[in-house]
């Protein structure tokens, strides 16, 4: 019996520790769309500035589109946009452990306040959006998973965060 408590308190343990991580570490994929009415299009625009806010419209967290992929980098308050540290985590192991440095600021920092984004405010050089409603999605459905080891299940769970942006461009504020 004593052995059987064991058993069950360690697993108890492990899937805690997943749960735990799952909740406190985070990832935020943005993407934004610009739809033209005239050419019947949806087109990406580089170096969109973004801002999340709160239902009251306080600034949580701020960004800035990709050039090419439309992809939004997160400004953390501290360490900055990951981004570059990334690109040389592929040249050397002192930029390995940047990276993951990095990645592990910007994770915890972005399980803090993800789910309370609202609405977004979004800038261009062309256009500005204010207060644009948004509907964030959120996963986090593989927490338990995290120690098994296989090359495609497991690993350190995460709370995966999404939110899809489409503007007009003729709503902006010019």
């Known amino acids: ?10 697993v108890a343990c492990i899937l805690g520790y997943g749960y735990w991580h799952s909740i406190t570490h985070a ?8 739809k033209n009415d005239t050419k019947g299009t949806q087109d990406t625009i580089p170096k969109t500035e973004v801002e999340f806010l709160d239902s009251e419209g306080r600034v949580l967290a701020q960004g800035i589109s990709d050039d090419q992929y439309n992809f939004v980098h997160l400004i ?13 985590a592929t040249y050397s192991a002192s930029g390995k452990t940047a990276w993951q440095e990095c990645f592990e600021h910007m994770s915890t920092w972005i399980a803090q306040w993800a789910n309370k984004v609202r609405q977004v405010n979004l800038k261009t050089d062309r ?30 769970p995460y709370t995966y965060y999404s939110v899809y942006i489409t503007v007009e461009e003729n709503d902006c504020e010019n």
Do not use: K, Y
């Open 1 to 10: 019996m004593r052995t059987i408590l064991i058993i069950i308190s360690i």
């Open 127 to 156: 256009c500005t959006w204010r207060n644009i409603p948004v509907t964030v999605s959120e996963s986090n459905s593989e927490w338990f998973l995290w120690w098994v080891p296989l090359p495609h299940v497991g690993g350190m």
């Open 76 to 88: 953390h308050p501290e360490v900055g946009d990951c981004h570059e540290v990334e690109r040389a």
């Open 27 to 34: 990832s935020f994929h943005v993407q934004i769309d610009f």
